[in-house]
């Protein structure tokens, strides 16, 4: 059984920045790609961005493409979003998410409100 605890949401003026990291405990992550989804409200959750095992290879959603990096440290089992320039619109729950075998296991989320 995976747990995460996120952390790192909040509110923010467009432009600012924000890192959300999530801890995993309950299992290690090394072997697996993990992600961000965000879901804002009266739509669908989507996916922000993931990250191989390895870290080599990193997946963006066109609308955070070049304002969002997402790390890992397997030494600390834990994850980071980078959100830099952020826009109003992505405004959202911030959601981690690890799939292992058919089981998906998700954060609590963390809310980010972009407004000034």
């Known amino acids: 059984q995976v747990q995460f605890v996120e952390s790192g949401g909040g509110l923010v003026q467009p432009g600012g920045s924000l890192r959300l990291s999530c801890a995993a405990s309950?299992?290690?992550?090394?072997?697996?790609?993990i992600g961000w989804f965000r879901q804002a409200p009266g739509k669908e959750r989507e996916g922000v961005s993931c990250?191989?095992?390895?870290?080599?290879?990193?997946y963006y959603a066109d609308s955070v493409k070049g304002r969002f990096t997402m790390s890992r440290d397997d030494a600390k089992n834990t994850f980071h979003l980078q959100m830099d320039n952020l826009k109003p619109e992505d405004t959202a729950v911030y959601f981690c998410?690890?799939?292992?075998?058919?089981?998906?296991?998700w954060g609590q989320g963390t809310q980010v409100t972009v407004s000034s």
């Open positions: 990250i191989s095992s390895s870290g080599s290879s990193t």
């Open positions: 309950g299992a290690t992550l090394d072997y697996y790609t």
């Open positions: 998410n690890v799939r292992i075998g058919i089981a998906d296991y």
